[in-house]
Nanobody, 116 residues
Framework: QVQLVESGGGLVQPGGSLRLSCAASRMIFSLNAMGWYRQAPGKQRELVATITVGDTTNYADSVKGRFTISRDNAKNTVYLEMNSLKPEDTAVYYC??????????WGQGTQVTVSS
């Protein structure tokens, strides 16, 4: 199956920026959409952003105007540019992908901590 590998997490001050990346290291099936979810302690996992093969994007209301999702098809990589970060953005961010066979894949997660 496809393996998703995230990177780019870390500690950042409020108002700062981070760029997450997620690469599909093993392409077994054709992916048609990728995105990001996040989960904060004690909370359910929530959708952050998605991007389809047609470059249609979708964002959670909480991140609209601050986060930008993009992809590089040649590298089978999806990115999440996070700007104006808030403490509420602190969470483990998980890369997600789905293929044309409607299978879903998850990365292991990368920690994003927004704190002074």
């Amino acid at each position: 199956q496809v393996q998703l590998v995230e990177s780019g997490g870390g500690l950042v001050q409020p108002g700062g920026s981070l760029r997450l990346s997620c690469a599909a290291s093993r392409m077994i099936f054709s992916l048609n959409a990728m995105g990001w979810y996040r989960q904060a302690p004690g909370k359910q996992r929530e959708l952050v952003a998605t991007i389809t093969v047609g470059d249609t994007t979708n964002y959670a209301d909480s991140v609209k105007g601050r986060f930008t999702i993009s992809r590089d098809n040649a590298k089978n990589t999806v990115y999440l540019e996070m700007n104006s970060l808030k403490p509420e953005d602190t969470a483990v961010y998980y890369c997600w992908a789905t293929n044309v066979y409607r299978l879903h894949y998850w990365g292991q997660g990368t920690q994003v901590t927004v704190s002074s």
